[in-house]
């Protein structure tokens, strides 16, 4: 069905066309007629599938806007999302004058929501925890309203809000229409379905219309204490202008804030227990390009609306394969390519593979970038810059500056370009960790002797060490030095620069099952 065929009020129809719709995504084709019926309504439909659309077009078809009192009421999970949304319902109604739609939430001073309440508003769009707020106020007056819609039915009840809901669905006229959207639907979702829903149709998008075919999906399987490691080397090597991270906790949001911001990067948290100040100084600083990586959380993500995210990492594997789709569908838009990173770690690989199943889509496995390819793909694009800057032709007179520096100097051109490349390249090709002093271990010049408690009587062979070395710290395995080993211990030998790393990171590991203890060797004797 197109929206031709759907018989709109033409002037909803010349804000679609304004808007670019050229054609109903298949939850609207399938919701909005019902809707405009005046029936109930169940729709499981995920975020990216042009929900608010399906129940804001049926909203704006039957609303009366020579009527100046509430007609509809739309509740949603987080401020984010009721802001977007009543965005979204507004370009509906750019031409439908006499229509007025407001969002109501926490965080932001109720006096001023009450003066726009008692001015006269047809459609509101609120969370429901200020929703009751309101109506315990009587700022909120539900007498004559026609309409309710539950958005992310689901999110509402995983943060906590179903007796909230119910109080409010308690107050309503027994003949209003009610529609419920949810991505999920368990138990207690049907459960508020079968009590507050007369004869409710089920409007259901098929999953396989849910994945995003232009997003290129890549995963890592990453040691758990490398994921930060990781994390950086796939963000220095692709280099997005921004990108979005995935946490499934707001403590793993704060940590990697503090870590990503430690290591250089300009990265900022979201997630639900900031305050709203802090909540759109962030947003704010993404959306003006201030802010390169945003780290948050699921919920908290909800509602961000940024068109040029070029990549999605996901830090965690999300607890729901649907999750998944709504975190990828944050890049590729408006006919961008777009690419999702997941970092799984040890049995989280068949969760991934329910995600692939569910999405029905191959996501690749790829192996863990080195340091060296870190620096190779630096180069690469600091040269591919240069040579497009040759092409301009721009550089006559740092020609002639080069020209007299080389002539009055013993140093090649070559040798120069090398280290303007070195220099532009900055810390991605210096050593991960700075050198420290361990003293004099018995080592070669420019490395450090380390003992290890493991030796031939563990059955344990020298590239057994040499693997475990490399893997936990994350270090070349051509940079490991000698290995000697004895009956009851061994000796391995490391760069001075990655001394630090490795003794850190394989202390917490095994070798064949046996605890690893490691220390800077004595001198030899």
Known sequence: MTFEEMCLDPRIMRAITEMGFEQPSPIQAQSIPIAMEGKDLIGQAQTGTGKTASFGIPLLQRVNPKERHLQALVLCPTRELAIQSANEVRKLAKFMHGVKVLPIYGGQEISKQIRSLKGGVQIVIGTPGRVMDHMRRHTLKMQKLDMIVLDEADEMLNMGFREDIEAILDQLPETRQTMLFSATMPKPIMEIAKHYLQHPELVKVVKKELTVPKIEQYYYEVNPRKKNEVLSRLLDMYDPELSLVFCNTKRKVDELVADLKGRGYFAEGLHGDMKQSQRDRVMNG????????????????????????????????????????????????????????????????????????????????????????????????????????????????????????????????????????????????????????????????????????????????????????????????????????????????????????????????????????????????
Not at 330 to 356: H, M, N, P, S, W
Not at 436 to 464: Q, S, W
Not at 473 to 490: K, P, Q
């Open 286 to 525: 993404f959306r003006n390009g201030r802010t390169d990586i945003l780290v948050a959380t699921d919920v908290a993500a909800r509602g961000i609306d940024v068109d040029d995210v070029e990549a999605v990492f996901n830090y965690d594997v999300p607890q729901d394969d649907e999750y998944y789709v709504h975190r990828i569908g944050r890049t590729g838009r408006a006919g961008r390519e777009g690419r999702a990173f997941t970092l799984v770690v040890g049995r989280e690989i068949y969760k991934l593979k329910d995600i692939q199943r569910y999405c029905k889509t191959k996501i690749r496995r790829q192996p863990i970038p080195s340091i060296k390819d870190v620096s190779a793909i630096k180069a690469e694009k600091i040269l591919e810059q240069a040579g497009q800057r040759i092409a301009d032709d721009n550089l006559g007179h740092t020609v002639s500056m080069l020209e007299e520096f080389l002539d009055n100097n013993e140093y090649s051109a070559t040798e120069m370009a090398a280290a303007l490349l070195a220099m532009q390249m900055g810390d991605g090709a210096a050593p991960v960790v700075a050198k420290e002093d361990f003293g004099d271990t018995g080592a070669e010049p420019g490395m450090v002797r380390l003992f290890m408690n493991i030796g031939k009587k563990d059955r344990v062979r020298i590239g057994d060490i040499l693997g475990a070395v490399a893997g936990e710290s994350g270090m070349e395995g051509e940079l490991v030095g000698s290995i000697d080993m004895y009956e009851n211990f061994s000796f391995v030998e490391v760069p001075e620069e990655y001394a630090r790393a490795v003794l850190e990171s394989m202390n917490h590991s095994k070798i064949k099952g046996r605890n690893v203890n490691m220390e800077p060797a004595n001198k030899r004797s």
